[in-house]
T-cell receptor, first 118, second 114 residues
Framework: AQKVTQAQTEISVVEKEDVTLDCVYE???????LFWYKQPPSGELVFLIR??????QNEISGRYSWNFQKSTSSFNFTITASQVVDSAVYFC???????????????FGTGTQLKVEL | DGGITQSPKYLFRKEGQNVTLSCEQN?????MYWYRQDPGQGLRLIYY???????QKGDIAEGYSVSREKKESFPLTVTSAQKNPTAFYLC?????????????FGNGTRLTVT
């Protein structure tokens, strides 16, 4: 069975600090996708990034970067120079290679609440 | 703008009553999903539907029912059989045949049952 673990329940940082959110996953599939979503106080989940199991290149998007390491089954997310607007719950998720007929059934971690204070 | 609309944002019901949560999308997506979010437990899949008139149980389907009569709509009914219905409910959609496609989420409905 698939599983995603986000061991950090809550992280508090001061603005401009760097912060890393950890994500460890378990799967028997050789083909899978990993996602990060942000949930601001308004409630909707906002897609941040997708990574497939065959692409271990790290990715940077502005202040956000992601480190995918298959050897340790981890897909960690780093925010550089954090800002108050980064305060949210962040979810890591794993998808099966595919449902019959398509679709995308995600397994989510329990989320990490990030609080960025002035 | 395309998106997913969930209504209402807040819903209050008495114990023993069935309640239906609305989810409408205009993204022309074939697949739709219902997730439940509880504090400290992340999101758990209740039901999903890949095409009209077809749906499958997720991990926690007991006490819930769905219908998919139209591509755009995927309402969720929380029945009186659901033992702990108070939660935040999120509806999502994705294109069919794209298992690597990100899900698009609505703003959620917070249901409180007393």
């Amino acid at each position: 069975a698939q599983k995603v673990t986000q061991a950090q329940t809550e992280i508090s940082v001061v603005e401009k600090e760097d912060v890393t959110l950890d994500c460890v996953y378990e799967t028997r599939d050789t083909t899978y996708y990993l996602f990060w979503y942000k949930q601001p106080p308004s409630g909707e989940l906002v897609f941040l990034i997708r990574r497939n199991s065959f692409d271990e290149q790290n990715e940077i998007s502005g202040r956000y970067s992601w480190n995918f390491q298959k050897s340790t089954s981890s897909f960690n997310f780093t925010i550089t120079a954090s800002q108050v607007v980064d305060s949210a719950v962040y979810f890591c998720a794993l998808s099966e290679a595919g449902l019959t007929g398509g679709g995308n059934k995600l397994t989510f971690g329990t989320g990490t609440q990030l609080k960025v204070e002035l | 703008d395309g998106g997913i609309t969930q209504s209402p944002k807040y819903l209050f019901r008495k114990e023993g009553q069935n309640v239906t949560l609305s989810c409408e999308q205009n993204l022309n997506h074939d697949a739709m999903y219902w997730y439940r979010q509880d504090p400290g437990q992340g999101l758990r899949l209740i039901y999903y539907s890949q095409i009209v008139n077809d749906f499958q149980k997720g991990d926690i389907a007991e006490g819930y029912s769905v219908s998919r009569e139209k591509k755009e709509s995927f309402p969720l009914t929380v029945t009186s059989a659901q033992k702990n219905p108070t939660a935040f409910y999120l509806c999502a959609s994705s294109p069919l045949g794209s298992y690597n496609s990100p899900l698009h989420f609505g703003n959620g409905t917070r249901l409180t049952v007393t």
